[in-house]
């Protein structure tokens, strides 16, 4: 005799997720995208340090131009003895406490931090400058002249800035002789 066997057709029982595997799989993906938020956000903070930094060295190193510009005008076309007489320009800033700044346009005029509004900054027509009628760049440059013998000065320019809540600065130093012989 052959069986016959009844084929029991299963019912499959739809399922969706439960509540509890809605919430972990919410929970993960939220955590994933706050750490994706974090690391962009440092991204954009280093790289916005970096410009400033790039723009303070430049900054710096203008400072340090300027001086030499003024050194080799002053001896170039100076009388008397120019060398002494660009020292003398630099004789209030004496330290980093009592720097100076440049006040534009040619030829440059050296005056102390205080004259100029702190030696802050500005920018006035894409460049910057201390005077006041451009809009605050958030840098400031110091410059001070250190005697290091009779024919050798040492020139530092210093410029600060704050970023978030942090404050940066960078200083240049570089030695200026007196080229000209004396005749």
């Not at 060398?83 to 040619?106: I, T, Y």
């Not at 440059?108 to 201390?130: E, I, P, Q, R």
């Not at 009779?150 to 240049?172: D, H, L, M, P, R």
């Amino acid at each position: 005799m052959i069986k016959k066997y009844k084929i029991k057709k299963f019912r499959r029982i739809k399922r969706g997720f439960t509540l509890v595997e809605t919430l972990v799989a919410i929970s993960i993906f939220t955590v994933s995208i706050l750490a994706l938020m974090a690391v962009l956000s440092q991204g954009i903070a280093d790289t916005t340090y970096a410009k400033q930094k790039i723009i303070a060295g430049y900054l710096a190193q203008e400072g340090i131009e300027y001086v030499r510009n003024m050194r080799d005008t002053k001896v170039l076309y100076g009388s008397g003895n120019p060398w002494n007489q660009f020292k003398s320009d630099f004789s209030p800033c004496n330290s980093e406490n009592n720097a100076c700044g440049f006040v534009k346009p040619l030829p440059f005029s050296v005056s102390t931090c205080s004259a100029l509004n702190d030696c802050k900054l500005y920018v006035n027509d894409g460049g910057y400058d201390t005077n006041p009628s451009g809009s605050y760049s958030g840098f400031v440059r110091k410059i001070w002249m250190d005697t290091a013998g009779a024919n050798e000065v040492k020139i530092f320019s210093k410029v600060s800035w704050t970023q978030g809540s942090g404050s940066y600065n960078i200083t240049f130093s570089e030695n200026l002789f007196n080229w000209m012989e004396e005749i």
